[in-house]
């Protein structure tokens, strides 16, 4: 079981692929691809994205303190990638991807509509970390399409179809089938 150093690095395994809303100052939508992000809190329920200070959602966040997480399906794979790859000063994302920016309820940020996950989000703290500050949002609600929920009411994965950053190879991948039942599996082990 020998192991090779490669060195520090943004390594872990998966990268979720979120999709940060925000409003700019005059009220235009923009949408931004992270992977550095996921849950921070269980009380309250949080979660944390970290952006670097050159990025238009930065600006958007620190000005509006609310925003969004739009969680991509699969075949969303292109637009969520391309909102990572341009910049919102330059562009219009959502109408280069034909992409629908719906207001939050709960948020003055908008949300992917075609995108099956949101959370709603209104900003806690900001820590700052190198070239990158996490941004701390507190969720205040979270919106499921109705098609992607199972037979008990719950998100259903298979249905929702998210998919992961590989920052190494630079990839996305989907997701596989159940591998065990999470806090029941180990349970062999314990005396």
């Not at 991807?97 to 806690?124: M, Q």
Request: aromatic share 10%.
């Amino acid at each position: 079981m020998t192991k090779r150093s490669i060195g520090p690095r943004t390594l872990l395994y998966p990268h979720p692929d979120l999709i940060i809303g925000t409003y700019d100052a005059s009220g235009r939508p923009d949408a931004m691809a992270a992977a550095w992000g996921g849950i921070c809190s269980s009380r309250p329920p949080s979660v944390a994205v970290s952006v670097q200070k050159a990025r238009q959602t930065y600006t958007n966040l620190v000005g509006q303190r609310e925003f969004t997480i739009s969680v991509p399906s699969t075949e969303y794979v292109r637009e969520a990638d391309y909102f990572g790859i341009v910049s919102g000063r330059d562009e219009d994302k959502f109408a280069a991807t034909n992409l629908t920016p719906v207001k939050s309820d709960l948020v003055n940020a908008p949300y992917v509509g075609e995108f099956p996950v949101v959370l709603e989000c209104r900003l806690l703290q900001t820590v700052e970390i190198g070239v990158h500050t996490q941004f701390i949002g507190e969720i205040l609600d979270v919106k499921v399409e109705e098609s992607v929920l199972g037979e008990d009411g719950k998100p259903d994965i298979e249905k929702i179809r998210p998919f992961a950053y590989d920052s190494m190879r630079q990839e996305y991948y989907g997701f596989g089938k159940v591998l065990a039942k999470a806090f029941s599996a180990g349970k062999e082990f314990k005396k």
